[in-house]
């Protein structure tokens, strides 16, 4: 089992920067893939972007490109999401995801962190 933990959510005014943590615990020796995704109140969830555990190799949705970086450490099993140029578009609840599985599909979800960008 794994457990994630998200944090660095809160308000900030639009051109502002935040960066989330998600702090994996557990069988993190078994992760493959590690992700975020994020839901605004009445939308679907979006793939915000991943990164391949091992290779470090990474993707960022159009949406967030140039804005939003993932990085990860794999010392401390914790994944990043650096948000610069914020937008109120951005404001959503921000979920991250780790797969364990040999698909890479998405095994195990953190509990979310809102963030919200005031116009």
């Known amino acids: 089992q794994v457990q994630l933990v998200e944090s660095g959510g809160g308000l900030v005014q639009a051109g502002g920067s935040l960066r989330l943590s998600c702090a994996a615990s557990?069988?993190?020796?078994?992760?493959?893939?590690m992700g975020w995704f994020r839901q605004a109140p009445g939308k679907e969830r979006e793939f915000v972007g991943d990164?391949?555990?091992?290779?470090?190799?990474?993707y960022h949705t159009e949406s967030v490109k140039g804005r939003f970086t993932i990085s990860r450490d794999n010392a401390k099993n914790t994944l990043y999401l650096q948000m610069n140029s914020l937008k109120p578009e951005d404001t959503a609840a921000y979920y991250c995801?780790?797969?364990?599985?040999?698909?890479?599909?998405?095994?195990?979800w953190g509990q979310g962190t809102q963030v919200t960008v005031s116009s």
């Open positions: 990164i391949n555990w091992s290779t470090g190799s990474t």
């Open positions: 557990g069988r993190t020796f078994t992760t493959r893939r």
């Open positions: 995801a780790l797969s364990t599985r040999p698909d890479l599909a998405f095994d195990y």
